[in-house]
């Protein structure tokens, strides 16, 4: 259920409802702002970087079409924890838990930690092609360290 005061956004429950409901019109500037700052700025990264690891095809998937299998999805439990959420998505038989965090006055999106394992994988891959073809990954933690620095 969605509160008058504050806005779609000051709940958990509504900043997800916002969040189909721009995936649904294609409002892209909506969809951004459903998530936060840190989600976006691993997103730019994740795109950036799987561009380069493609030899610049421009063949990147970008986060609204892989949020796209949400489309028609409808919201079911929410879960709090202070200034975290979980709400549950359902979409047939998949259901999917969104987690939030709560910033100021809204309720944000927060997929860092999911996106995180592939903004690693995607840094290596993409120090990796820079070396060249036939190039073999790191043989030790050290060395992929270093390339990654």
Do not use: H, N
Request: proline fraction near 3%; include cysteine; glycine fraction near 8%.
């Amino acid at each position: 259920m969605l509160t008058a005061c504050g806005g779609a956004q000051s709940t958990p429950e509504g900043s997800v409802t916002s969040f189909l409901d721009a995936l649904e019109s294609r409002d892209t500037a909506a969809f951004q702002e459903s998530f936060t700052d840190s989600t976006r700025a691993l997103v730019e990264e994740i795109e950036r970087l799987s561009r380069q690891v493609a030899g610049g095809s421009g063949e990147a998937l970008t986060l609204e079409e892989w949020c796209r299998a949400f489309c028609g999805g409808t919201v079911e439990e929410t879960t709090l924890a202070g200034e975290s959420a979980t709400v549950e998505v359902r979409l047939g038989e998949v259901q999917e838990e969104i987690p939030l965090v709560r910033m100021g006055d809204r309720w944000k999106i927060d997929l860092s930690a999911r996106l995180m394992p592939a903004v690693q994988m995607l840094r290596l891959a993409a120090a990796t092609s820079e070396r060249g073809p036939g190039t073999v990954f790191p043989d030790s933690a050290t060395e992929a360290a270093d390339t990654l620095s």
